[in-house]
């Protein structure tokens, strides 16, 4: 998935401004598109999908 490794390679969601419309831009979509994408096929908000990355990363420290 694109998205997917978009996220674990520029680290997005460590920037604590990141916004939905910025993460679309970078896929080449527009934000209504990725925000509809993460709804309907991951089931999550946008919000959840970014804190999901980030819980990752703080388990990975804690470590």
């Given at each position: 998935?694109?998205?997917?490794?978009?996220?674990?390679?520029?680290?997005?969601?460590?920037?604590?401004?990141?916004?939905?419309?910025?993460?679309?831009?970078?896929?080449?979509?527009?934000?209504h598109k990725l925000?509809?994408?993460?709804n309907d096929n991951?089931?999550?908000?946008?919000?959840?999908?970014?804190?999901?990355?980030?819980?990752?990363?703080?388990?990975?420290?804690?470590?």
């Amino acid at each position: 998935m694109q998205l997917d490794v978009l996220m674990k390679e520029q680290e997005l969601y460590k920037k604590t401004d990141v916004k939905l419309s910025d993460i679309s831009v970078k896929t080449g979509g527009a934000s209504h598109k990725l925000s509809q994408f993460l709804n309907d096929n991951l089931g999550k908000s946008f919000t959840t999908f970014l804190n999901e990355y980030r819980i990752e990363e703080a388990k990975k420290l804690l470590k």
